[in-house]
């Protein structure tokens, strides 16, 4: 049996909305477990209000803002909300974007990933294995030998030189 027109075309707007309903109910990073977790107000203490804004509530610093997307020294990158070491300095390429980025992590366990849909499409997000806080993006444009670019907010890391 043919749906009517009308029907199809409620259908097909459906589908398209779907992905935006998922990630309306999404759960942040927060809500899941991780080792090194705290409350909110316990981020809030130990975090500047940008690191906040990023690590916690998933947000984007402005691109060509950080200065750790020029760093070129040797050393470790690592998590400044609970100092994982998430990224290596020889793991780091210059991608012309304005965030750090690296093509791979500093060791598999390093970080975590899911999926998110907060502009409409699938994204691959990134986060710290350790305390969950959001560190970017992984996108398929990157150099070999993994052709990953893990595009990386600057102020949700911090270098410790080697």
Known sequence: MRL?????????ALGAAL?????????????????????EAEWRKVLTRDQF???RQEGTER???SPLDKEKRKG?????????????SSHKFNSGTGWPSFWQ???KGAVGT??????GYPRTEVHCADCGGHLGHI???GPKPTGKRHCINGVALKFVPA
């Open 4 to 12: 009517p027109v009308i029907d199809r075309r409620r259908l097909l």
């Open 19 to 39: 992905p935006f309903i998922g990630a309306c109910s999404a759960a942040p990073a927060e809500a899941k477990s991780f080792p090194k977790g705290k409350t």
């Open 53 to 55: 804004y990023v690590l």
């Open 63 to 65: 691109a060509f803002t």
């Open 76 to 88: 470790t990158f690592v998590c400044a909300g609970c100092a994982n070491p998430v990224y290596a």
């Open 105 to 107: 992590a500093a060791d």
């Open 114 to 119: 899911s999926t998110d849909y907060k502009i």
């Open 139 to 141: 996108f398929d444009d």
